[in-house]
Structures are given as C-alpha cells and as structure tokens.
C-alpha cells in the first residue's frame, strides 16, 4: 500500500487462526473442547500485551473478534479480527508480525501424563510479539479449510455451472466402455445421475455390478492357488519376489471372501424356496418356520438336493391327482364346510398315502441324513 494512511478502519483480518489444539504454556487444548468455545469468541476484546489484567483496558485496547468458526483442518478457532486503533492498523497493513494470544481461564485436570485444559471461559486475546501459538502470527501464512462465504444477496447458477462437468463426464463413460472397466463405469454413470438430478434432468441411477459367476470365482481361486503352493519360499523377505506374493495371497482372500458371499446368498435364496414349499404343503407350520430355517441351513448341497427332489414330486403327484370325482359346485361354499369336505374325501386321503409312499421310497429321508 502506498500510503498508509489510506488503511480503512477498522481494518479486518479475516479467517485467522485465534487459538487452535496443541500444548501451550505447558497445559494441552483439546480440539474436542476448543469446538465447544467457538460461541465465547464472539465479540472478544483485543488489548496489547494483556495489559487488560493489569488495569490497562482502556489504554491497551485495539480492537475485538467477530465472526468465530471451527476449522476442521487445523483443529482450530478462527475468526475475523478488527483493528480500529490507526497506530497498529497502519502497522499490520504494512507487514508487522504480531501473534495473539488469549487470557482464558481453565480447569487443568493430570490425564495420561500431562496437564489437560477444561471448562473455558475466554475472557479476550492481547497482540504479542511471542504468542504461544506460533500459527496465529498476523502476517504469515495460514493454510485453513473453511467453507467459503457466501452473501444471502448472492444467488449462484448451479445448472450452468454444473453443465460443463455433464459433458466431461458422457467423455469419461465413453472412455471406461472402451476399456470395458465396468466398476469405473458403474461409478461414473451413478456420478452422472446425481449431477443430471441436480440440473433437473433424467438419468437413470445404475446398480453396482454383480458379483462374478460362482465358477468363474473358483477357477479364479484355483489359479492363485496353484501359484501361490508352487512358489518358492524367497531366502529375503524384503525381496520383490515376496512383495508379488504377497499381492497375490491378498488377491486371493479377497475373491476367497467374495465366493463365501456368493454362496450364502445362493444357499439363502435356496432354503427360503424349500421352505416356501413346505408351508405350502402343509409339512412345515408357520410357528416351526425359522427353526426349520436353521435345520436347512445346516444340511449340505446334497440333503438339500434330496428335500427339494422329494418336494417337487410331492407337488408334483398332488398336482396330476386332483379331485375330480364330484361335480363343481354351483354355489359357494363357506371355508369350513370346505375344510369338512376335503377331510373327509377319499381321494384326498389316496393322495396323502401316495405321498407317504413317495417318502419311503426316497434314497434319503425328508430332511435329508443327519
């Protein structure tokens, strides 16, 4: 600045660092109760030199905080210092390198080895030339992540802005189908549907790709498996022979995992079909259902072949058997008397023997061998 007499007052600094976790004096601040502070900030008095303890307020005063928020990233409080007194606003605004510091009174509790601040109460911060917290120098660089200031004035176009990154994504999708990448492509074209849903435009959200066939797993497994078993063991552990094993023992815990997925979704699909039959039929109550559940889940692929073999004939035989020795009836006939009848109906009473008899036949017993 060419004349420092042009420095408006007061002259603000913005988004600076005030106080942030770490030791200082001794005593540790935890960014957990730091966070909770944030509010105390709010109108802070700045004075030099903390002469505002000594009786010296109103000689020692500059100016006062405005604006407090936490940054994420530098597990500190920042805010937007203003400075009226023309001496050190000239001063600051030519590059005078001052630090703040904070009169705070706090609880110190011994935890883990070392003093531990709690309980604040922020009373007001003096400009030093020695602060404790060597980040809150005025006029040196500063790193937060803040969330960038937006006016309530100030409406922002997000269609336009969102629009170019449309056309760099179609680009991208277009790429990853060239390469026949479809987990890339999956991830692009769910990207694409959030950015056309925010732009008021349609397109459809795609599902994750399904997991690889279950034979084409295991022979993915086996492949790994037969290098891992011929490999040598290497004489240095630290050789690029061990590091590609290792990726390799890696790779195969990962589609071993996989494939144990796979077969616990198949063997859930395939017990509730079983169980779904049973109930039907009659040969499974409600109330017995999940304990039922638990009894298939333990039988192995063969007894599980066994009851779905047994059930299909089953429904099978009732299917080719029905009832046909009475006319239908030409009025409706209330659910008990329905009941009565089918109780008591010599073809239905054939049917179940013809069921009993199919059981018997089996090579395993329902429910498969135990």
Not at 48 to 59: E, S
Request: contains cysteine; negative net charge; proline residues 5%.
């Amino acid at each position: 600045m060419t004349d420092l007499k042009e420095v408006p007052l007061p002259y603000t600094i913005k988004n600076h660092i005030l106080i942030k976790e770490g030791v200082h004096n001794g005593v540790y601040y935890p960014a957990q109760m730091l966070r909770l502070a944030v509010d105390q900030h709010e109108g802070l008095q700045v004075y030099l030199d903390h002469q505002d303890t000594k009786g010296q307020a109103a000689l020692t005063w500059v100016g006062a905080i405005h604006n407090p928020k936490w940054s994420e990233k530098d597990k500190a409080i920042v805010g937007d210092i203003d400075i009226v007194d023309p001496k050190y606003a000239m001063a600051i605004a030519y590059g005078a390198k001052f630090g703040l510091s904070a009169t705070v009174d706090v609880d110190v509790q011994h935890l883990d080895g070392r003093d531990v601040a709690s309980n604040p109460i922020f009373k007001s911060y003096s400009m030093v030339v020695d602060p404790a917290v060597r980040e809150t120098m005025l006029n040196e660089n500063q790193s937060q992540e803040l969330e960038p200031e937006i006016k309530m004035t100030e409406e922002l176009d997000f269609k336009a802005d969102l629009e170019p990154a449309l056309t760099k994504l179609d680009d991208a999708i277009r790429r990853a189908s060239a390469m026949r990448d479809t987990s890339l492509l999956t991830t692009l074209q769910q990207i694409k549907a959030i950015v056309s849903k925010v732009c008021g435009k349609e397109y459809p959200y795609p599902k994750p790709p399904a997991p690889e066939k279950l034979s084409e797993l295991e022979a993915k497994i086996a492949a790994l498996e037969q290098i891992i078993s011929s490999s040598p063991n290497p004489s240095e552990p630290s050789s690029v022979h061990d590091e590609e094993l290792e990726a390799v023992k890696k790779e195969n815990e990962k589609l071993k995992e996989q494939l144990n997925a796979y077969q616990r979704e198949k063997l859930a699909a395939r017990v509730d079909a079983i169980l779904k039959k049973e109930l039907a039929l009659g040969l499974t109550s409600a109330a017995d259902s999940e304990s039922r559940r638990a009894e298939l889940e333990k039988m192995d692929s063969t007894a599980l072949d066994a009851v779905e073999y047994n059930l299909d004939r089953t429904i099978k035989i009732l299917e080719s058997n029905e009832d046909n020795s009475r006319p239908a009836e030409t009025t409706p006939t209330s659910a008990p008397r329905k009941q009565e009848l089918s109780a008591t109906n010599s073809s239905s009473a054939k049917l179940l023997q013809m069921m009993i008899a199919e059981q018997n036949r089996a090579t395993f017993r329902y429910g498969g061998d135990e």
